[in-house]
T-cell receptor, first 113, second 112 residues
Framework: GDSVTQMEGPVTLSEEAFLTINCTYT??????LFWYVQYPGEGLQLLLK?????DKGSNKGFEATYRKETTSFHLEKGSVQVSDSAVYFC????????????FGRGTSLIVHP | DVKVTQSSRYLVKRTGEKVFLECVQD?????MFWYRQDPGLGLRLIYF???????EKGDIPEGYSVSREKKERFSLILESASTNQTSMYLC???????????FGSGTRLTVV
């Protein structure tokens, strides 16, 4: 079945550092890929998505590129802020008809001033 | 923007009580979902629904039931609350599998 593997956290960075959170996936079909962010005490928010190979999703300075050859969708940001501290979830939805996305376990990001 | 509204942010219930968690979305989405989120376990799907009066079990349906009488509302019912159902409960809705989910703010339920 489908699966998503994220790097374990917490990831701890200083403000203005470069961020990478790794995500790899396995899927039988042609999935759409997503990153969600969860701030403390809140639900998840869709951060960005990509629906086909080589697409780049971007939002709020974050970006991720759908790499079919390496089955990856790594999240990056050039300069993190304290306000980016949150838990980030990678997810996929298989376009072959399942309504149910598969989520990674989440990666906690802590940004220090 | 689509909004998913969960009726309570925090809830404290006693063991054995019947508990209703309500979720309403305002954008005609076909698909609605209930998850629970626990530290170290990630998101686990309890039930989902892809149409009015339709429901499907997720990964952990035991001890729960759901109701979807109207398209915009999806209710999660804990038939007899137990302490191991203390958790954060997240409702979500989606237009299609490519669209992404919109989540509610969550209900933190404590069963004492």
């Amino acid at each position: 079945g489908d699966s998503v593997t994220q790097m374990e956290g917490p990831v701890t960075l200083s403000e203005e550092a470069f961020l990478t959170i790794n995500c790899t996936y396995t899927a039988t079909g042609y999935p759409s890929l997503f990153w969600y962010v969860q701030y403390p005490g809140e639900g998840l928010q869709l951060l960005l998505k990509a629906t086909k190979a080589d697409d780049k999703g971007s939002n709020k300075g974050f970006e991720a590129t759908y790499r079919k050859e390496t089955t990856s969708f790594h999240l990056e940001k050039g300069s993190v802020q304290v306000s980016d501290s949150a838990v980030y979830f990678c997810a996929l939805s298989d376009q072959r008809g399942s309504y149910i996305p598969t989520f990674g376990r989440g990666t906690s990001l802590i940004v220090h001033p | 923007d689509v909004k998913v509204t969960q009726s309570s942010r925090y809830l404290v219930k006693r063991t054995g009580e019947k508990v209703f968690l309500e979720c309403v979305q305002d954008m005609d989405h076909e698909n609605m979902f209930w998850y629970r989120q626990d530290p170290g376990l990630g998101l686990r799907l309890i039930y989902f629904s892809y149409d009015v009066k339709m429901k499907e079990k997720g990964d952990i349906p035991e001890g729960y039931s759901v109701s979807r009488e109207k398209k915009e509302r999806f209710s999660l019912i804990l038939e007899s609350a137990s302490t191991n159902q203390t958790s954060m409960y997240l409702c979500a809705s989606s237009l299609t599998e490519n669209y992404g989910y919109t989540f509610g703010s969550g209900t933190r339920l404590t069963v004492v």
